[in-house]
């Protein structure tokens, strides 16, 4: 009977552990997609002092989100978003606005489809 009881607790735990990551991970990827959807509403209205500072702020807290992610998320997902900041950054100091753009959409669905793959469904469990 001991034993029941260890494996009942051992489940719940982990079911638990489950649905706080998975709620975490939906909250901060839904911050970072308004974040991003606000930096291109600011690239599109060609403020770049604002797109700077939104672009610096969107960056420290995908490293914050990024220290979570570290140990559930797919290595090549995290590496992505980096790599898309990176060449957000550079195409806006190049004034290419149309790749910046381009790369803010593709970081967008890179959190959406990180959301979605972190969703407890059956889908993602099989």
């Known amino acids: 009977m001991k034993r029941l009881y260890v494996a009942f607790t051992l489940i719940a735990l982990s ?3 489950c649905l706080l ?11 970072m997609q308004k974040q991003l959807t ?3 509403d600011e690239i599109k209205k060609e403020q770049s002092s604002n797109v700077k500072q939104l672009l ?6 995908w490293e914050r989100t990024e220290k979570l992610y570290s140990f559930i998320v797919d290595a090549d997902k995290i590496e992505e978003m980096n790599i898309g900041f990176m060449m957000i950054k550079r195409h806006l100091e190049d004034g290419n606005k149309e790749h910046a ?3 803010l959409h593709e970081c ?3 959190l959406s489809e990180i959301s979605e793959n972190e969703k407890l ?3 993602n469990i099989l």
């Open 38 to 40: 606000v930096i291109g």
């Open 108 to 110: 967008e669905l890179m």
């Open 101 to 103: 753009l381009e790369r």
């Open 121 to 123: 469904n059956v889908k």
């Open 21 to 31: 990551s998975n709620s975490k991970v939906e909250k901060s990827a839904t911050e």
């Open 15 to 17: 079911l638990t552990l």
């Open 56 to 61: 610096d702020e969107a960056e420290k807290s």
